[in-house]
């Protein structure tokens, strides 16, 4: 299983669900928010759940982020460190050194990892806060230009019923799903997801044994200094 140590081909890198709201949110406050990035943890765990610029929206802890963190990391995407005057890890990205497209096309990525599958106009107007922007037509061609080549990053869908105008979705997750192609985008209400991490059952075992372990010793301890107190 690939991890930092044993970082993933290239060629192999897909994302979940996840691991591209961390990627985008990191992209997204290197632009909007420069004075506090790179992001702790805690910074980070916030940008994933805000309620606005984002759908779905999550609900997500500091375990689940870490754990996307770390699958990020293997997949040299991201890149954590400590100053000698920080008081926590932070964390970048590293979304340039893998995918070097320009900044704009790196923007609407971000954006569609961000806020789902978005027409052309609707992702011109969302990137105006991370990058520079052309007209319509400009943003189409761009969009064109990065469904080609050996490793398309996005994809244009068959326009849907009652739409106007098809949209556009990043292929950095894999292939569209079906919920991909219905488009959450102009719900009244934002689709709303919850995420709780699981562990394998023998990880919650080998847990379960070492908590007792610490609780028999620290029961252990705490005699242990009661009895030193009463004969010191």
Not at 17 to 43: M, Q, W
Not at 117 to 129: F, I, K, S, V, Y
Not at 141 to 153: I, K, N, R, W
Not at 214 to 220: N, R
Request: aromatic content about 2%; charged content about 25%; proline content about 7%.
């Amino acid at each position: 299983m690939p991890d930092a140590d044993h970082p993933v081909p290239e060629a192999m890198v897909t994302l979940d669900a996840l691991e591209a709201r961390v990627l985008g949110c990191l992209i997204e406050k290197e632009a909007t928010t420069p004075d506090v990035y790179p992001l702790s943890l805690n910074a980070l765990v916030n940008a994933c759940n805000q309620k606005n610029n984002r759908a779905p929206v999550m609900e997500l802890g500091e375990r689940e982020v870490e754990g996307a963190l770390d699958r990020l990391r293997g997949k040299r995407l991201v890149t954590a460190f400590s100053g000698a005057n920080a008081r926590a890890i932070k964390y970048k990205h590293r979304f340039s050194e893998r995918f070097p497209v320009e900044p704009l096309a790196q923007a609407m990525l971000a954006e569609l990892m961000l806020r789902g599958p978005q027409t052309t106009a609707g992702l011109r107007g969302n990137c105006e806060r991370l990058a520079a922007v052309p007209d319509l037509a400009g943003c189409e061609a761009l969009l064109v230009h990065l469904t080609g080549g050996a490793e398309p990053l996005v994809r244009k869908l068959p326009r849907q019923s009652g739409q106007k105008e098809a949209r556009w979705v990043q292929l950095l997750t894999g292939e569209p799903t079906a919920e991909d192609l219905a488009g959450a985008e102009g719900a009244r209400e934002p689709l709303k997801v919850a995420v709780a991490m699981t562990l394998p059952p023998e990880v919650e075992t080998r847990i379960a044994a070492l908590e007792t372990e610490v609780a028999t010793l620290k029961t252990e301890l705490a005699r242990l200094r009661k009895a030193l107190g009463e004969t010191g």
